[in-house]
């Protein structure tokens, strides 16, 4: 993704937290640092995961990858609402691609590196998903 584009999705979630968190629970300067790309490691981050299903509309999964354990967070926005998913190793997270991302991927004259990966590790976390939900 451009990063000119992730530095857009950074700055509509810092703006979204201003307005929704209380500054007496963080302060606005904690959350305002969240504005500089890497910065992740100070009380404001761990926000963006807990109110990004409510900023960008969306559900979100979190699937966070420990100890060889996989722990499945879920943040539901609305049933129609589409679903992200991600994987979070340790304090980063990566996008998992849909099944249709493969599609995407065979119409590239070149390989995106980690997109398979994604795809393969999305398609068993969803089918863990799916076991789980039929419990």
């Known amino acids: 993704m451009p ?16 307005t929704v ?12 640092q969240l504005y500089q790309s890497g910065v992740y490691n100070c009380d404001a981050g761990d926000l963006p995961p807990a109110f990004a299903n409510q900023a960008f509309r969306i559900n979100l999964k979190i699937y966070d990858l ?5 722990d499945l967070h879920s943040y539901p926005y609305a049933n129609s609402a589409p679903t992200a998913h991600f994987l979070r190793t340790g304090a980063h997270y990566r996008l998992l691609w849909p099944k249709t991302a493969k599609n995407v991927t065979q119409k590239r004259k070149k390989p995106v590196a980690g997109k398979k990966e994604n795809f393969n590790m999305a398609y068993k976390l969803s089918q863990l998903t799916l076991s789980m ?3």
């Open 3 to 18: 990063e000119e584009t992730v530095q857009s999705l950074r700055t509509y979630m810092v703006d979204y937290l201003l």
């Open 21 to 32: 968190v209380n500054e007496n629970i963080i302060s606005r300067n904690e959350i305002e």
């Open 66 to 70: 420990q100890d060889k354990k996989v």
């Open 133 to 135: 939900n039929k419990k």
